[in-house]
Every structure is written in structure tokens, then in C-alpha cells.
């Protein structure tokens, strides 16, 4: 059977069978199909480059009537609107959608940065992408696929730090299917570890694989998988077929991009779609985004949870980064994340420790909701090697490599609140349920409260004095706020929480 051959010898024993495990994933064509109208898919490159070209140099009054629409609404922008936006010229109108991007941010996600850490689990992988250290031939690179035993210590350390959530990352292997990830998930769900006063859990787990069948997402969502992210890397055609060779099952464009809908269908609510910048024009992956995001709400009457936009970062023995035509410049990344955040308003945006710290300092006001701290890539990384990078178990090299402890200590220097909270999705304010509640302003206040609670709990248990007087300071800004915000009755809860929680009581939420 493939599941018993040994890990060291994959590349040795495998090739037959894989050759046949690649087959058996792509046989039916209905996965995808039966999503497109006509034959087509919803990436209709002609109609995007002419949106783009269509509003080329648009008068500031057309930009700022975009803009107002934007602050005003709240609403998704139309196609037009973005493409518009897109082709801004002067700096200054610039400046004016950077503020609004943030006023935006603020006013849905306040001032909350939710934080988590990926966890990688294998980087055994049947693909060849150009981009990526794990492609199969590339030969430098040490496979390995973690056992549950390791994957367990894995989770361990992470939670001992204070981390609440995960995204676990696995290449697409038949030693790293939708049955390994789902033993996955059970082992870190029942990791615990002791802490200062109370304990550290992973309470939610993100999953970040290659696409799945129906039967196998539910499967996943039976056992509480969080966000389901697979990113498609780039929404056009050619340059998709070009970094991704036509025999692996990653060169199927469509099976990819239709595996959200898929999602959907089986039941997981949270999707995560996301482009890799650096491999097409960042424009004219803003509107595959956008087409992705109104395809889902169309038919399924939800968007993404979340997107997120790694850049290209270098790899080991990976040439294609340093010779990629579309890397994007710092600048053209902050025009990117603000005009994403004016054309999708409530969907989370992820930056990732890709970034380094001033990139990550300039970006953040511009609309990111989530960033992660303490990530180590390299597989085993948390329990074998913390202190460094090692290019040969990793995909790629992470440009920030701070502790969460002091990612959490520069946020509140900088008025940001910490959320470690999952209270939203365990009781099922997930999907379209969430998105109506952000709409309305309700989930703002839930969030804002459970962000408080579990940020006291990430200070009693695992904050370092430092940070911990920082934190607590955020704690009496936001108790101010909360004072003016909520009925008395409310706030006087949430005072009792605050108190149960110093006194060791754990995963207490409204
Ligand atoms: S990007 Fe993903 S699918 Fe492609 S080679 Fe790397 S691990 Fe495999």
C-alpha cells in the first residue's frame, strides 16, 4: 500500500504509483466543470485587461467619488471601480486611498489584529512548481513528513508559546492526504499544555493543501477544520501553465480554481483564496481576486474569509525567484493591499512574516486583519531547530522571524489589540452568517470584547513582563472604549470575565 512505504524512500519506491495516485485525483471533470457557465471559466482575461485599459487615467473627481463610495457603503466596489482605482497615477490621490483602506480597516476589524502560526507538516510533494523549494525535482531540499507523534510536539511548543491558531501547510502527496491531514487536525485539537496560571490549546486549525474532493472536505469539516486556503498564484492562464508543468496535478488550472467552490458545497464555510505576487502584473491579479470573490457570492452567496498575497521570497536552489519579471515593489504591494481592502471590505487580509518588519510596520494600517509571529517554516522547526532558518527544509526564507511575544509587544506600542479569539466560529458565526453580522456592525462588538479576554489570557499566561505592561495598557484603552460602546450590564460582564480569568479560568467568550 502507499501509505506503508517509508518516508526516506519516496523518491526511490513511489514513482509507479504515484504516477497512478496523480491520475486517480483528476479523473472527474464534473468537480470543476459543472461550476462553469458555458465551458468558460469566471478569469475572462480580454474583459479584464479592457476594464483596465477602459478607465486609464481617471479624472481625482472619479477616483474620489469611488473613494466616498468605499467609506460610505461599505459595500464590495464593481469591477470598473477597482479597475479604476488601479490606474491612479498621482501620488497624492494615492495618499487618499491608503487613508481610506485604513479608515475602512478600522471601522470593521477596529483595531484588532488577529495572530497565528503556520505549522508545516510535510514537504513531500508530487508538483514541480518553478517558485517553490518543495517542487519533486528539486533535489537539495530534505523531505520529510512529520509523525503524529512529531506533529504533537509540534503543537505543543506552539501552544506553550500562547498561540491559539494554526495554519497547517502539507505538500500533495499520498502521504500527506485529506486522511493524514485529518489525523493532523485530531492530534493538535487534543494537545494541552500547561502555562503561568491557566493552560495553552490550539483551538483553531486553518488548513493550507492542495485541492480536495467534496467527500474529503467534509470529512475535514466533520473533524473542525478552520479556514480551508488554497491559493490559486496567479489567475492567468498562460503564466498559471507556465510555472506550473502540465504533468502534476497542480497544472489542472481549473481543478485549482474551482476547489473553493467545492469547499463550499461540502460545508466549510471559511474559504482562503490568495495570489503569489511576483509570477503575473499585480493589477491584473487584483481583479482575478475580485472575479474569484463575486464567482463564490454569486453561487454560493458567500465570499472568501479571507486573502492573502505572499510575494515571492528566495527559496533554496530556486532561480526562477531571482529572475521572476513581476516582482512587486514595496509600493506597488501597499497600492495592492489598499485597493484589495476598498474593493472587498469584509473579507480578512493576511500578511504574512514573508515580510520584514518595516514592510510589515508600513503595510498593517492598510488593511490587515491577520499576521502571524514565532513562525518557523522548516518542517519539525518548533521542536528541533527554533533559533534559525534552514533554506533546506523550507519552502522559502521568512523575512521576520520575531518571537510572538514581541510581535504582541510591538503591535500595542503601535495601538493595536491582539485577538486570539475563535469564540466566532465555535458557535458558528462563520460563512454568510458572519459576513451579515459584520455588515451589521453586531460581530464588531463580539469581537472586540472576546479580543479583550483573550488577550488577558495571553498575558496572564505567556507574556513577559515587558509586554505585559504594555498589554495591560492596551486593556484600560479598549475598557474605555468598551464603557462608552456597550449597556452597563455588558460591561460589568465583562469586568467579572477579566477577573475569572486572573484567577485561572480559561476560554471564557460572549
Ligand atoms: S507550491 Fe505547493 S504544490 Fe507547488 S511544489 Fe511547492 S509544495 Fe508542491
Request: with cysteine.
Amino acid at each position: 500500500m502507499i501509505q506503508a512505504i517509508a518516508v526516506e524512500n519516496w523518491l526511490d519506491n513511489l514513482p509507479p504509483r504515484l504516477k497512478e495516485w496523480m491520475e486517480s485525483r483528476l479523473t472527474k471533470d464534473d468537480d470543476y466543470t459543472r461550476y462553469m457557465k458555458d465551458g468558460r471559466d469566471f478569469i475572462d482575461e480580454h474583459e479584464i485587461w479592457k476594464l483596465i485599459k477602459e478607465n486609464r487615467d481617471p479624472t481625482p473627481q472619479k477616483v474620489r467619488s469611488i473613494i466616498d463610495k468605499a467609506l460610505s457603503s461599505k459595500e464590495c466596489l464593481e469591477p470598473e471601480e477597482t479597475a479604476t482605482l488601479l490606474n491612479v497615477k498621482d501620488e497624492n490621490l494615492w495618499k487618499e486611498i491608503f487613508e481610506a483602506a485604513g479608515e475602512v480597516k478600522r471601522e470593521v476589524y477596529d483595531n484588532r489584529i488577529v495572530t497565528f502560526a503556520p505549522l508545516y507538516c510535510s514537504n513531500l510533494c508530487v508538483n514541480n512548481c518553478l517558485y517553490c523549494a518543495f517542487r519533486r525535482d528539486n533535489k537539495v531540499v530534505k523531505r520529510r513528513r512529520l509523525t503524529l507523534d512529531e506533529v504533537r510536539r509540534e503543537a505543543e511548543r506552539l501552544a506553550g508559546m500562547g498561540h491559539k491558531r494554526l495554519i497547517t501547510s502539507y505538500g500533495e502527496h499520498p502521504l500527506s492526504d485529506a486522511n493524514y491531514i485529518a489525523d493532523t487536525l485530531r492530534v493538535i485539537y487534543s494537545v494541552k499544555v500547561k502555562a503561568k496560571k491557566g493552560w495553552g490549546e490550539i483551538r483553531r486549525v486553518n488548513v493550507n493543501a492542495a485541492p480536495m474532493t467534496i467527500d474529503e472536505l467534509e470529512m475535514l469539516k466533520e473533524i473542525g477544520i478552520g479556514t480551508f486556503q488554497v491559493f490559486q498564484e496567479t489567475y492567468h492562464h498562460e503564466t498559471y501553465y507556465s510555472v506550473h508543468p502540465p504533468d502534476t496535478i497542480k497544472g489542472n488550472y481549473h481543478w485549482r480554481l474551482y476547489c473553493m467552490h467545492r469547499a463550499l458545497e461540502a460545508g466549510v464555510d471559511d474559504v482562503g483564496i490568495g495570489v503569489l505576487l511576483g509570477l503575473y502584473d499585480w493589477r491584473f491579479e487584483v481583479m482575478g481576486l475580485l472575479m474569484h470573490s463575486r464567482d463564490l457570492e454569486e453561487q454560493f452567496g458567500v465570499g472568501p474569509h479571507t486573502i492573502s498575497f505572499p510575494r515571492l521570497r528566495p527559496a533554496a536552489n530556486t532561480p526562477f525567484v531571482q529572475n521572476a519579471k513581476y516582482k512587486v515593489s514595496d509600493e506597488d504591494f501597499k497600492k495592492f493591499i489598499a485597493v484589495v481592502r476598498l474593493s472587498v471590505p469584509y473579507t480578512g487580509m493576511i500578511l504574512t512574516a514573508r515580510e520584514p518588519e518595516h514592510v510589515r510596520r508600513e503595510v498593517l494600517p492598510l488593511g490587515i486583519t491577520q499576521t502571524d509571529f514565532g513562525s518557523r517554516i522548516g518542517i519539525g522547526s518548533y521542536s528541533e531547530c527554533y533559533t534559525g532558518q534552514e533554506a533546506e527544509r523550507q519552502q522559502f526564507l521568512l523575512g521576520d522571524t520575531r518571537e510572538l511575544d514581541e510581535g504582541i509587544r510591538w503591535l500595542a506600542e503601535m495601538g493595536y489589540i491582539v485577538s486570539f479569539c475563535t469564540a466566532g466560529y465555535r458557535c458558528g458565526r462563520t460563512g454568510e452568517r458572519i459576513m451579515k453580522l459584520l455588515k451589521t456592525g453586531k460581530e464588531r462588538i463580539f469581537c472586540k470584547l472576546n479580543a479583550i479576554l483573550t488577550y488577558k489570557e495571553y498575558l496572564e499566561d505567556f507574556a513577559s513582563e515587558e509586554t505585559k505592561k504594555a498589554g495591560e495598557e492596551v486593556i484600560r484603552k479598549e475598557l474605555e472604549e468598551v464603557k462608552e460602546l456597550v449597556p452597563k450590564r455588558v460591561y460589568e460582564k465583562l469586568l467579572e470575565y477579566l477577573k475569572r480569568i486572573e484567577n485561572g479560568e480559561r476560554d471564557i467568550y460572549f
